[in-house]
């Protein structure tokens, strides 16, 4: 069996991105997302995911660069977003929260997201 495809959101408002906390000894900051069902794209996982984490309708923008393994199964690609529909409610996560560009550090992040966080900052 392949790689399993995992897509994260940076859905972005003005200067500022979107991150949810996953609590636990192995948490920290992530984009919200999950995993790409068969039959499904990216994108189309992407707008399904933030709909079931966060109860947002999103519009999927340009992706973030390459992919990023996760484990020798999962591969993370992030994509850039923006809110069309709904203020994001907490449902999976212990915390979220909108992120300056200078308040990126990447050391708070899981560390598959890390890389996205570091272009995304030189983009906000």
């Known amino acids: 069996m392949g790689v ?10 003005g200067d500022r991105v979107l991150a949810a906390y996953r609590p636990g000894p192995e948490g920290g900051w992530e984009f919200p997302g999950g995993k790409v069902e068969p039959g499904e794209s990216e994108p189309e996982a992407a707008v399904r995911e933030l709909h079931e984490e966060l109860g947002i309708e999103v519009e999927i923008g340009t992706s973030l660069g390459p992919g990023v393994d996760i484990s020798d199964k999962y591969r993370l690609h992030v994509y850039r977003a ?12 212990s915390e979220l929260r909108w992120f300056t560009a200078a308040e990126l550090v990447e050391e708070d992040w899981l560390v598959p997201d890390r890389p996205f966080v570091r272009l995304l900052r030189n983009k906000l």
């Open 4 to 13: 399993q495809i995992v897509v994260g959101v940076a859905v972005v408002r």
């Open 82 to 93: 923006s809110i069309v529909a709904g203020e994001p409610v907490r449902t999976e996560h």
